[in-house]
């Protein structure tokens, strides 16, 4: 079993290692970023809505899935006058009337 070893290798500009031993205990790193909490909460009304329409869409079974995935960052990187058409054609396979659909996540995309 190896031993836990607190001493740190680095290397000189000649390619010489260096050890030196670490004094400090383990240093406790914490990454935040910060986000807009009302848009990340309407993000995911619009994912959850989204989900529920396109499981009635594709008439699937409980437990069963959708095969498509509707990414809202890249409908939300075209030309608003392309996205009825990307939508319409991402959902070519669906067994029922897509419209209806499109329309109204095209109308809730537009607050993000």
Known sequence: MAAINDSRVSFDGNGTPIITEDKSKKRNYNVTCKYNRKLMRLRLEIEEWMD??????????????YDIEVDIDDVLLLEEAE?????????????KPTDDFIKELLERIKSL
Do not use: M, P, Q, T
């Not at 996205?83 to 067994?95: D, I």
């Open 52 to 65: 529920g329409e396109l499981r009635v869409i594709f008439d699937c079974e409980e437990g069963e899935d």
């Open 83 to 95: 996205r009825f058409s990307f939508l319409k054609e991402l959902l070519r396979n669906a067994s």
